[in-house]
Protein backbone atom coordinates (compact mmCIF):
# COMPACT_ATOMS: atom_id res chain seq x y z
CA UNK A 1 0.00 0.00 0.00
CA UNK A 2 1.69 3.53 -0.97
CA UNK A 3 0.21 6.08 0.57
CA UNK A 4 0.16 9.50 -0.34
CA UNK A 5 3.12 10.42 1.89
CA UNK A 6 5.48 7.76 -0.15
CA UNK A 7 4.09 9.44 -3.64
CA UNK A 8 4.88 13.07 -2.09
CA UNK A 9 8.27 11.83 -1.05
CA UNK A 10 8.82 9.66 -4.51
CA UNK A 11 7.86 13.11 -6.55
CA UNK A 12 9.94 15.51 -4.30
CA UNK A 13 12.80 12.81 -4.61
CA UNK A 14 11.94 12.41 -8.57
CA UNK A 15 11.50 16.57 -8.30
CA UNK A 16 15.09 17.01 -6.56
CA UNK A 17 16.85 14.16 -9.30
CA UNK A 18 15.56 16.98 -12.27
CA UNK A 19 16.27 19.82 -10.31
CA UNK A 20 20.12 18.27 -9.55
CA UNK A 21 19.87 17.39 -13.00
CA UNK A 22 19.00 20.33 -14.03
CA UNK A 23 21.62 21.99 -12.40
CA UNK A 24 24.06 19.60 -13.31
CA UNK A 25 22.79 20.57 -16.80
CA UNK A 26 23.54 24.05 -16.47
CA UNK A 27 27.37 23.71 -14.77
CA UNK A 28 27.86 21.79 -17.62
CA UNK A 29 26.99 24.42 -20.18
CA UNK A 30 28.88 26.93 -18.23
CA UNK A 31 31.87 25.05 -18.05
CA UNK A 32 31.25 24.46 -22.36
CA UNK A 33 30.99 27.78 -22.68
CA UNK A 34 34.17 28.41 -20.86
CA UNK A 35 36.00 25.80 -22.26
CA UNK A 36 34.76 27.15 -25.83
CA UNK A 37 36.30 30.91 -25.10
CA UNK A 38 39.69 28.98 -23.86
CA UNK A 39 39.79 27.13 -27.67
CA UNK A 40 38.84 30.45 -28.94
CA UNK A 41 41.86 32.58 -27.20
CA UNK A 42 44.31 29.08 -27.49
CA UNK A 43 43.46 29.35 -31.22
CA UNK A 44 43.90 32.95 -31.74
CA UNK A 45 47.07 32.95 -29.60
CA UNK A 46 48.01 29.62 -32.39
CA UNK A 47 47.13 31.96 -35.46
CA UNK A 48 49.12 34.49 -34.06
CA UNK A 49 52.05 32.34 -33.22
CA UNK A 50 51.70 30.96 -36.92
CA UNK A 51 51.48 34.28 -38.74
CA UNK A 52 54.93 35.26 -36.75
CA UNK A 53 56.33 31.69 -37.73
CA UNK A 54 55.22 32.62 -41.54
CA UNK A 55 55.88 36.24 -41.78
CA UNK A 56 56.95 38.00 -38.89
CA UNK A 57 59.93 35.95 -37.94
CA UNK A 58 61.02 36.75 -41.12
CA UNK A 59 60.87 40.23 -40.89
CA UNK A 60 62.84 40.03 -37.23
CA UNK A 61 65.75 38.25 -39.20
CA UNK A 62 65.74 40.48 -41.92
CA UNK A 63 66.14 43.23 -38.75
CA UNK A 64 68.61 41.40 -37.21
CA UNK A 65 70.65 40.62 -40.28
CA UNK A 66 70.51 44.47 -41.30
CA UNK A 67 71.63 45.55 -38.02
CA UNK A 68 74.05 42.74 -37.51
CA UNK A 69 75.54 44.34 -41.10
CA UNK A 70 75.47 47.74 -39.58
CA UNK A 71 77.40 47.14 -36.73
CA UNK A 72 80.08 45.29 -39.08
CA UNK A 73 80.03 48.74 -41.05
CA UNK A 74 80.41 50.63 -37.92
CA UNK A 75 83.02 48.55 -36.63
CA UNK A 76 84.87 49.03 -40.35
CA UNK A 77 84.64 52.94 -40.46
CA UNK A 78 86.07 52.63 -36.77
CA UNK A 79 88.68 50.49 -37.86
CA UNK A 80 89.45 52.94 -40.32
CA UNK A 81 89.44 56.13 -39.00
CA UNK A 82 91.43 55.20 -36.15
CA UNK A 83 94.05 53.63 -38.51
CA UNK A 84 94.01 57.26 -40.21
CA UNK A 85 94.03 58.93 -36.87
CA UNK A 86 97.29 56.73 -35.62
CA UNK A 87 98.80 57.96 -39.09
CA UNK A 88 97.80 61.75 -38.37
CA UNK A 89 99.37 61.47 -35.14
CA UNK A 90 102.53 59.71 -36.19
CA UNK A 91 102.65 62.34 -39.15
CA UNK A 92 102.40 65.05 -36.41
CA UNK A 93 104.45 63.43 -34.06
CA UNK A 94 107.38 63.80 -37.21
CA UNK A 95 106.68 67.21 -38.17
CA UNK A 96 106.89 68.71 -34.25
CA UNK A 97 110.29 66.73 -34.55
CA UNK A 98 110.83 69.01 -37.36
CA UNK A 99 109.52 72.26 -35.76
CA UNK A 100 111.53 71.14 -32.70
CA UNK A 101 115.19 70.68 -34.33
CA UNK A 102 114.33 73.75 -36.19
CA UNK A 103 113.50 76.01 -33.37
CA UNK A 104 116.80 74.72 -31.77
CA UNK A 105 118.29 75.65 -34.89
CA UNK A 106 116.97 79.23 -34.14
CA UNK A 107 117.99 79.53 -30.92
CA UNK A 108 121.57 78.34 -31.65
CA UNK A 109 121.16 81.61 -34.22
CA UNK A 110 120.21 83.52 -32.09
CA UNK A 111 122.38 82.35 -29.22
CA UNK A 112 125.21 83.60 -31.77
CA UNK A 113 123.78 87.18 -32.75
CA UNK A 114 123.56 87.60 -28.87
CA UNK A 115 126.93 86.65 -28.86
CA UNK A 116 128.31 88.60 -31.20
CA UNK A 117 126.79 91.68 -29.46
CA UNK A 118 129.42 90.94 -26.87
CA UNK A 119 132.20 91.35 -29.67
CA UNK A 120 134.12 94.55 -30.41
CA UNK A 121 133.02 97.21 -32.90
CA UNK A 122 135.28 96.19 -35.69
CA UNK A 123 134.37 92.22 -35.44
CA UNK A 124 130.55 93.11 -35.06
CA UNK A 125 131.10 95.85 -38.19
CA UNK A 126 133.39 92.79 -40.22
CA UNK A 127 130.27 90.68 -39.42
CA UNK A 128 127.62 92.36 -39.97
CA UNK A 129 128.79 93.08 -43.16
CA UNK A 130 129.46 89.64 -44.48
CA UNK A 131 127.16 88.60 -47.23
CA UNK A 132 126.68 85.42 -46.28
CA UNK A 133 125.72 85.96 -42.72
CA UNK A 134 122.94 88.25 -44.59
CA UNK A 135 121.71 85.42 -47.06
CA UNK A 136 121.95 83.22 -44.13
CA UNK A 137 119.64 85.94 -42.00
CA UNK A 138 117.27 85.81 -45.46
CA UNK A 139 117.12 81.75 -45.73
CA UNK A 140 116.04 81.34 -42.23
CA UNK A 141 113.53 84.20 -41.91
CA UNK A 142 111.86 82.77 -45.19
CA UNK A 143 111.71 79.04 -43.72
CA UNK A 144 110.59 80.57 -40.36
CA UNK A 145 107.84 81.89 -42.62
CA UNK A 146 106.76 78.27 -44.41
CA UNK A 147 107.10 76.78 -41.85
CA UNK A 148 104.50 78.85 -39.47
CA UNK A 149 102.53 78.35 -42.21
CA UNK A 150 102.61 74.72 -42.97
CA UNK A 151 101.70 74.65 -39.51
CA UNK A 152 98.67 76.89 -39.51
CA UNK A 153 97.99 74.55 -42.43
CA UNK A 154 97.99 71.21 -40.86
CA UNK A 155 96.32 72.31 -37.85
CA UNK A 156 93.21 73.46 -40.51
CA UNK A 157 93.66 70.55 -41.89
CA UNK A 158 93.49 68.83 -38.23
CA UNK A 159 90.32 70.34 -37.27
CA UNK A 160 88.82 69.58 -40.38
CA UNK A 161 89.61 66.01 -40.00
CA UNK A 162 88.19 66.05 -36.32
CA UNK A 163 85.33 67.87 -37.52
CA UNK A 164 84.33 64.82 -40.60
CA UNK A 165 85.10 62.07 -37.57
CA UNK A 166 82.42 63.73 -35.49
CA UNK A 167 80.06 64.24 -38.12
CA UNK A 168 80.82 60.43 -39.60
CA UNK A 169 80.22 59.05 -35.55
CA UNK A 170 77.06 61.04 -35.34
CA UNK A 171 75.97 59.32 -38.28
CA UNK A 172 76.49 56.37 -37.05
CA UNK A 173 75.04 56.81 -33.70
CA UNK A 174 71.94 58.50 -35.97
CA UNK A 175 71.08 54.56 -36.98
Known amino acids: VVTRDDVEESLKAVFQLVKDKEQLLQ ?4 QI ?14 DYWL ?15 SLEKDIAGVKYELERTEEYYREALKVVEEENQ ?6 MQLLSEAALKNAVGYLDKNCRREIEENEWLKEEVKIYQKEESDLKASVQLLEEENTNLVTKLID ?4 HLGL
Open 51 to 65: EYKNVGSKIHAERIS
Open 27 to 30: DLRS
Open 33 to 46: EETKKKISEKQRER
Open 98 to 103: KLFDRH
Open 168 to 171: IKLQ
